[in-house]
């Protein structure tokens, strides 16, 4: 009677998540529809303060229903799961007593096969029990035909759900990888907002001074290219600088070198052309760099900013949100070295009104070009 309480209350519970769940990933997938709307909309406006904070808050919740979409997609997963191993634990104690009783047949059929017609004429004690022994037979080999069949069937059923089970298996680990992407993006996003709210004090000009100051860094940069004057050939290892705060306060906000490479005028990451080392980012050592440069800083290596979107993106407006090199400093020694052979230029930029930035940079040739800003 438990049992059969329990059948019917799973079959309730499965006959209400089957129209529930499809109800909720319809609402959800609609909401993510809305979100992914209102930030496309968000990101023609102007920018300001509030626009930004509307973004990441669109951003947020994004990730939020992505991720409880995801552990709801682990949950029904692991139900699937369970629910096939009692099928395939079903499904091997019938294929194992259909396994005995067809062994223990075959011998007793082999035996009857073997019996000729004449044998049954023998055994028989009038022409009626001839015939009842040899429909008796004929049934009971159809009877092994029939076990034959359900012992396969079993067998195909049995391997089939032991396939389906390893299929969502896997499903089930792709999806808990990405759920930790889908974490790790939440929390960035999170740091990201916060990181807004602190450097900007929560204030529109602070805000808009902030983005002046990194389109000012970028141009200043431009600048550069073409007002720039030869030193001369370096090679790897020379030194061409220390690195400091020059741009102070419109284009810095303290000491660091920012360290950028441009492939025929594009950004690229740094970190493919830097050779593997340890450094410290987040209070963390961690390894970077996959290429064969030397890097620009010796000793102890701090990395303030890395390549690519950080929690400083919302300023680099001219670029898509990408911070275009590594900021860097090093507490043991602040010669800046050249990573690579190549031609040494110099340039004084204004930067931020009254402000002078000062950078080097060099052509290594083949469209590669590495700058270093704020040097002494």
Request: proline share 2%; glycine share 6%.
């Amino acid at each position: 009677m438990v049992k059969r309480i329990r059948t019917i209350c799973i079959i309730i519970l499965f006959f209400f998540s089957g129209i529930l769940l499809p109800v909720y990933a319809s609402e959800v997938d609609d909401r993510i529809t809305e979100l992914k709307t209102k930030i496309s909309e968000l990101q023609s406006q102007e920018n300001s303060l509030a626009k930004e904070i509307s973004i990441l808050n669109s951003n947020i919740e994004l990730a939020t229903l992505r991720i409880d979409t995801t552990k709801k997609q682990i949950d029904t997963l692991s139900k699937e799961i369970d629910e096939l191993a009692q099928e395939i634990t079903s499904l091997e104690t019938k294929l194992t007593k259909r396994s005995e009783l067809v062994l223990h047949r075959i011998p007793a059929s082999y035996k009857r096969q073997t019996t000729s017609a004449f044998g049954y004429a023998m055994l028989g004690d009038n022409l009626s029990d001839i015939i009842s022994r040899v429909k008796y037979i004929t049934r009971v080999q159809e009877e092994d035909a029939q076990l034959l069949f359900q012992l396969k069937l079993t067998q195909n059923n049995f391997n089939e759900r032991k396939n389906l089970r390893e299929k969502k298996k896997t499903q089930q680990e792709s999806l808990k990888k990405q759920l930790e992407e889908e974490s790790v993006a939440l929390a960035r996003q999170k740091k990201q907002k916060q990181a807004l709210l602190d450097q900007t004090k929560n204030s529109e000009s602070v805000y808009q001074t902030l983005l002046a100051q990194a389109i000012a860094e970028k141009q200043a940069i431009e600048r550069a290219l073409v007002e720039g004057v030869a030193v001369g050939p370096v090679k790897k290892g020379d030194p061409i600088a220390l690195f400091g705060n020059t741009g102070y306060p419109g284009c810095s906000t303290g000491a660091h070198l920012h360290f950028e490479i441009r492939k025929n005028n594009s950004w690229v990451n740094p970190e493919g052309y830097l050779s593997n080392r340890s450094v410290k980012e987040d209070g963390n050592m961690v390894t970077m760099g996959s290429g064969s440069w030397d890097w620009p800083l010796e000793g102890d290596i701090i990395i303030t900013q890395r390549f690519g979107k950080t929690s400083w993106s919302w300023r680099y407006t001219y670029s898509d949100g990408i911070h275009t090199g590594i900021d860097m400093i090093s507490n043991t020694n602040a010669i800046i070295r050249a990573p690579k052979d190549g031609t040494l230029y110099t340039s004084s930029q204004a930067c931020g009104g009254s402000s002078i930035i000062k950078i080097k940079y060099i052509d290594h040739g083949d469209g590669v070009v590495s700058f270093y800003l704020h040097v002494q």
